[in-house]
Structure formats: C-alpha cells, structure tokens
C-alpha cells in the first residue's frame, strides 16, 4: 500500500551577529594637548575596527588584537571619552583620556656622548620636563631608560652606528635632540699570561696582560668562564676555573674576542702556606718574611696582595724567604707554584707610628700605675720605653691607643717610646716622676671631736698634693703652701689617735699621729665657795683634764695643776661677792660652767 511521504522542512541558518566593541581601559589615561600621544587601548570586540575616536575627533590607530589597539591621541582639550567604531557599532562605556598642558622637554646634554657600537652604554641625560617620559630614542631607536627625576633620565644605549640624536619623548611633546656616536671598538689582544700554568683542580690567579680590555665581557680558560677582574685596558686578573690539558685563554670585549694564549692544567700539588714571621712590617718595604709551608719547592712566584715580592729565596720544600715590597694596610701572601696559588696569610704593613699624647702624665717613682698613649698607626706596638726602661706591659687597643703600666724611675722628666713594625716615635720628657711625699709633723697634735680646726703639716714633696686624710676621712679643705707645708681644716672624728697622710701623683706618704679628744667635763667642785679675797684653792673632779690649757673665773685665767685625767687643783682668784662661771678647757674644746660663790666676810 502506498502511503504519502511529507517533504523535507528545510530551515536557513543565519550568520550571528558580530558583537559591539566595548573598551576597558585606556593606558596612559592623560597627554598632551598637542596631540601625539601613544594610548594603548583595551576592551573586546575590536576585530575590524573602522574607528577610534578620541571626543570627536579621528585619532589613528592600529589593531594589535581583538582586544588591544594602538592609537595616537590627536590634538585636544580637557577630557574626552575614548571609543572603538566596528561594522558592529560603536562603544559607549565611558573610559576617558584627559589632555593636560605639559610642558614639551628640552634636553641639554647626554653623558658620555659615545659608545660602542654593539650598545649597552649607560648614558645620563640631563635637561628639564622629562616626568611622565614615555620613550628615549638614539635615532629612529627605543632605548631601555629609567627617569630619575624631571632633569635626569638614565638611558641605556641600543646597537647602532655613526651619530645619531637622541631624543626624550612625554606627554608634553618630543624634545629637541643631542648628539650620540657609536664608535668602533678595538679587538682586544692577549699578549701573555702569567702564570702560565696551574692545578687541574683550578683557583690559579692568573694574570693576563694585553690590550683593548676596557669593558671586557668574558675571560675564558677554552670554552669555560672564569671570574675575573679588570685592572685596566692592559691587564686583567682572572681565577683559573677546573680543567685539564693545554686550553687557551680568551678575552672578550664589545669589540669581539682575543686571539688564545696557552694555559696548561697540571697534576702537581698546590702549595700550602702554615706561617709568615714577621707577619707586618713598615709601608715602605724591605722586611724579609720567613714562610713555611708545604710543596713550596718550585715556587715561581711569591704576591704580597697583588704585588710581587721585591724577591724570594727557595730554602726548601717547605720553607722559603721573601723580601716584602711596599704596601699598605692588611694584604695576603700567596705562593704560586705549577700546582697552583697557595691559601693566603694575613701581613699588615704598618705606617710610621706618632704619638701626639699620654694621660696621666705624671705618677710616682715607683711605677705600677696605667696611662693611655694616644696617636696614629700603634697598630703592633712591641713595646713602650718610659726613658730606657721598657713599660711593665704594654696592650694595644686600636690604632689610635695604647695602654702601658709604668716602670719604676727616679723623680723627673722622661722621653716616652713607642716601637711598632713600622717605625719609632718618641715624645720628649711627656711623662713626670713624682717622689712620693713625706710627713715630718702635724701642729697642733689634737684637737676638737668636732673637727672645724686648722692644722699645718709639715715635710717634703707636698706640693703635687691631691687629699689630706685623717684616717679614712679627707679634710675639709687643705692648702698646699709650699713643697713643705699644707694646711688642712680637719674633719670631725671619734676620740682617740689617728693616722694623717697626704696623697700626690707621687703616691701617699707615711703616717703622722693626730688626736681626737672630747672636751672636759667638771662633775664636782669642792669647795663650791670661798671669800672675796680669794688665795683658796679648788678641786674638781671630771674626765678629760689630761690636755687642759686654760681654767677660767668667769672671763679671767687662773693657775690650776693636772692631778690627773680626772682631778684638777685651781687657785681661786679674789673677786666681788656672788656667783661667777668657772670653765676648763683643752684643745677637746671647754666644759660647761660650774658656779663658784663668793662670800663677803660678815661685818664687825
């Protein structure tokens, strides 16, 4: 049976509409207002772009991407928006670029004005309006640059050739240009190295002597690196690296590679270094360093620093002498040796030493104290002469100072040393004797428990003086009045004997005996009364009588005996009836007053 078969539907596919272009970001978002600025457009969408517009005005362009375009602002004012015209429409989020009024940047002068032609030459250029910078130009050619401020901007030079001008572009405006030459640079020349050969295991410091090494790039042992420095256009200095054989050394420089110079690895031992005596000497040279070590027999070679010895003598395999060139400040001292460089010891050249001063500067006969040395270059002092004795030790401290303890002298002036490896220097009589003081006597011998008196001592060699103590106390005050003679008010003390002694730079002198002694006391007066006419006698009992100088009635001395330390016999002086004070005094100071009564005889 046949049935009816419905047609086929047949259904169109249309293309997809393309998107609109939107835009994201604009980089820089600010520029001249004279136009000419390179912004860098971001966003979708941008495949076909027909247009870019900044406000109203056409800016050309390129398309980097379907996201990126490449624009020149065109010249314009205030802000604007920035959009991105396709055959699919035009953007409308609103991602503005601002026009200010920069100033167009002048530039002055590039430093240095040359370089070699392969670039790579740091150059300063100096002038005004340089922030915001957006490119530096040699020529028709961008240059890595870094702006340092809004007069400095520092460029690395490109590869080029001849003269070219350079140029600072911002968004101010492109800068007038200054000149810049690329100049041929030379092929730099080996002419040897030295020492010619070393270890296999490498470290050998070599050498290398020639020409045109200015801004050498690569020192090569055959095809391997080595670190290497550059003393100057004729000659460099590089560490071996590890290797084997004869390779040849290269260098090379902007200008290209040198021809080779042969270097050969060798299996013999490198040489050890133990000890250097002396391990300093003077600037100017010309001590001889005994050093020994190990494998020091075909020693070609012997370096103070980078300096040769002035000359060297092979003892042994493990010792040898070398005669130390002049130098200064601390410096190794290496061995070369087929084998290789040895490890390096420690040798300090050590200028002139000058003394300029010494504290204290005076102390006694006998030594023993410390004083300070001050001055210049005391590094490895090795002794101190006080006079032509040598200092009892002696310890430096830097090398500006010097601690010494004094050895014993007689009195006077003496020229004071100082010996270092590099030299003497001697101060002429800085440093002062001082015989120790000596006490003859004290006047008087005693005195008030309440100090406040004045003594004189007497003896030699006070005129340094510095204290007066009364045992452990010092005087109030003291007075030196001569070489022979201080005055001292004593200080307060306890009763009883003590040791007074005087201090100077020279020392302390011997003990002389001062006595402390409490005032009197009366107790008793027998009898307490008497005639007018006085001739009587009184006894008064008490304590400390044994020093007593004066026994008043009232206002008037009279004659009295010490019976003892506690007894005394006065006589009683005629006088008007009634009471009257009677006082005893010492140098312990007077006793309170006791009352004697005068007695009328009774009338006829």
Same mark, same amino acid.
């Given at each position: 049976?046949?049935?009816?078969?419905?047609?086929?539907?047949?259904?169109? #596919?249309?293309?997809?509409?393309?998107?609109?272009?939107?835009?994201?970001?604009?980089?820089?978002?600010?520029?001249?207002?004279?136009?000419?600025?390179?912004?860098?457009?971001?966003?979708?969408?941008?495949?076909?772009?027909?247009?870019?517009?900044?406000?109203?005005?056409?800016?050309?362009?390129? $398309?980097?991407?379907?996201?990126?375009?490449?624009?020149?602002?065109?010249?314009?004012?205030?802000?604007?928006?920035?959009?991105?015209?396709?055959?699919?429409?035009?953007?409308?989020?609103?991602?503005?670029?601002?026009?200010?009024?920069?100033?167009?940047?002048?530039?002055?002068? +590039?430093?240095?004005?040359?370089?070699?032609?392969?670039?790579?030459?740091?150059?300063?250029? &100096?002038?005004?309006?340089?922030?915001?910078?957006?490119?530096?130009?040699?020529?028709?050619?961008?240059?890595?640059?870094?702006?340092?401020?809004?007069?400095?901007?520092?460029?690395?030079?490109?590869?080029?050739?001849?003269?070219?001008? =350079?140029?600072?572009?911002?968004?101010?405006?492109?800068?007038?240009?200054?000149?810049?030459?690329? #100049?041929?640079?030379?092929?730099?020349?080996?002419?040897?190295?030295?020492?010619?050969?070393?270890?296999?295991?490498?470290?050998?410091?070599?050498?290398?002597?020639?020409?045109?090494?200015?801004?050498?790039?690569?020192?090569?042992?055959?095809?391997?690196?080595?670190?290497?420095? $550059?003393? &100057?256009?004729?000659?460099?200095?590089?560490?071996?690296?590890?290797?084997?054989?004869?390779?040849?050394?290269?260098?090379?420089?902007?200008?290209?590679?040198?021809?080779?110079?042969?270097?050969?690895?060798?299996?013999?031992?490198?040489?050890?270094?133990?000890?250097?005596?002396?391990?300093?000497?003077?600037?100017?040279?010309?001590?001889? =360093?005994?050093?020994?070590?190990?494998?020091?027999?075909?020693?070609?070679? =012997?370096?103070?620093?980078?300096?040769?010895?002035?000359?060297?003598?092979?003892?042994?395999?493990?010792?040898?002498?070398? $005669?130390?060139?002049?130098?200064?400040?601390?410096?190794?001292?290496?061995?070369?040796?087929?084998?290789?460089?040895?490890?390096?010891?420690?040798?300090?050249?050590?200028?002139?030493?000058?003394?300029?001063?010494?504290?204290?500067?005076?102390?006694?006969?006998?030594?023993?104290?410390? =004083?300070?040395?001050?001055?210049?270059?005391?590094?490895?002092?090795?002794?101190?002469?006080?006079?032509?004795?040598?200092?009892? &030790?002696?310890?430096?401290?830097?090398?500006?100072?010097?601690?010494?303890?004094?050895?014993?002298?007689?009195?006077?002036?003496?020229?004071?040393?100082?010996?270092?490896?590099?030299?003497?220097?001697?101060?002429?009589?800085?440093?002062?004797?001082?015989?120790?003081?000596?006490?003859?006597?004290?006047?008087?011998? &005693?005195?008030?428990?309440?100090?406040?008196?004045?003594?004189?001592?007497?003896?030699?060699?006070?005129?340094?003086?510095?204290?007066?103590?009364?045992?452990?106390?010092?005087?109030?005050?003291?007075?030196?009045?001569?070489?022979?003679?201080?005055?001292?008010?004593?200080?307060?003390?306890?009763?009883?004997? #003590?040791? $007074?002694?005087?201090?100077?730079?020279?020392?302390?002198?011997?003990?002389?005996?001062?006595?402390?002694?409490?005032?009197?006391?009366?107790?008793?007066?027998?009898?307490?009364?008497?005639?007018?006419?006085?001739?009587?006698?009184?006894?008064?009992?008490?304590?400390?009588?044994?020093?007593?100088?004066?026994?008043?009635?009232?206002?008037?001395?009279?004659?009295?005996?010490?019976?003892?330390?506690?007894?005394?016999?006065?006589? #009683?002086?005629?006088?008007?009836?009634?009471?009257?004070?009677?006082? +005893?005094?010492?140098?312990?100071?007077?006793?309170?007053?006791?009352?004697?009564?005068?007695?009328?005889?009774?009338?006829?």
């Amino acid at each position: 049976m046949n049935r009816s078969v419905p047609p086929p539907t047949i259904t169109a #596919v249309l293309p997809l509409a393309a998107a609109t272009p939107t835009v994201t970001s604009v980089s820089p978002t600010s520029g001249s207002t004279a136009g000419g600025t390179q912004v860098t457009v971001t966003g979708t969408g941008f495949t076909g772009a027909t247009g870019v517009r900044f406000g109203a005005t056409q800016a050309s362009f390129t $398309v980097n991407s379907d996201t990126q375009i490449t624009a020149t602002a065109p010249v314009g004012s205030g802000t604007v928006q920035v959009t991105v015209t396709t055959p699919a429409g035009t953007s409308n989020q609103f991602v503005t670029f601002t026009y200010v009024t920069a100033p167009v940047p002048v530039l002055s002068s +590039v430093s240095p004005s040359s370089g070699p032609a392969s670039g790579g030459t740091v150059v300063t250029l &100096s002038g005004s309006g340089f922030s915001g910078a957006t490119a530096v130009r040699f020529g028709g050619v961008s240059a890595a640059f870094t702006v340092v401020s809004g007069s400095q901007i520092s460029a690395t030079a490109p590869a080029g050739s001849g003269t070219v001008q =350079v140029t600072v572009t911002t968004p101010g405006g492109t800068s007038n240009g200054v000149s810049f030459t690329y #100049v041929s640079v030379p092929v730099p020349v080996l002419s040897s190295v030295s020492p010619s050969s070393g270890p296999a295991s490498g470290g050998t410091v070599v050498t290398l002597s020639g020409s045109g090494f200015s801004g050498a790039t690569a020192v090569r042992f055959g095809g391997v690196s080595a670190a290497f420095t $550059v003393v &100057s256009g004729s000659q460099i200095s590089a560490t071996a690296p590890p290797g084997s054989g004869t390779v040849q050394v290269t260098v090379t420089t902007p200008g290209g590679t040198s021809n080779g110079v042969s270097f050969t690895y060798v299996s013999a031992p490198v040489p050890v270094l133990t000890s250097a005596t002396p391990n300093s000497g003077p600037a100017a040279g010309g001590t001889t =360093v005994t050093l020994t070590g190990t494998g020091l027999a075909a020693t070609t070679v =012997v370096r103070f620093g980078a300096t040769p010895a002035t000359s060297f003598t092979v003892v042994s395999d493990t010792h040898l002498t070398a $005669v130390a060139p002049a130098g200064s400040g601390t410096v190794q001292i290496t061995v070369t040796t087929p084998g290789g460089t040895s490890n390096g010891l420690s040798y300090t050249y050590s200028g002139a030493p000058n003394l300029s001063g010494i504290s204290p500067n005076q102390g006694s006969t006998s030594g023993g104290n410390t =004083v300070t040395l001050t001055g210049t270059n005391l590094t490895g002092a090795t002794s101190v002469l006080f006079g032509a004795t040598p200092a009892t &030790s002696v310890t430096v401290v830097s090398p500006t100072q010097i601690t010494a303890v004094v050895p014993a002298a007689t009195a006077g002036p003496v020229d004071v040393t100082v010996n270092t490896p590099g030299g003497t220097s001697t101060l002429p009589k800085a440093y002062f004797y001082v015989s120790p003081p000596v006490l003859l006597g004290v006047a008087p011998l &005693s005195g008030p428990l309440a100090g406040g008196n004045t003594v004189t001592l007497t003896g030699t060699h006070l005129i340094e003086a510095t204290a007066v103590h009364f045992g452990a106390t010092a005087a109030t005050s003291f007075t030196v009045v001569s070489d022979t003679q201080i005055t001292a008010v004593v200080p307060a003390g306890a009763a009883g004997p #003590v040791q $007074v002694t005087v201090t100077t730079v020279g020392g302390t002198s011997n003990p002389v005996s001062y006595t402390y002694l409490a005032a009197p006391v009366v107790t008793t007066l027998v009898p307490n009364q008497g005639p007018t006419s006085g001739g009587n006698t009184v006894t008064l009992t008490g304590s400390n009588f044994a020093q007593t100088t004066t026994v008043l009635f009232g206002a008037v001395p009279t004659g009295f005996t010490v019976v003892s330390d506690t007894h005394l016999v006065a006589d #009683v002086l005629a006088g008007a009836a009634g009471p009257v004070a009677l006082t +005893v005094t010492s140098p312990g100071g007077t006793s309170a007053p006791t009352t004697y009564t005068r007695v009328a005889s009774p009338g006829i």
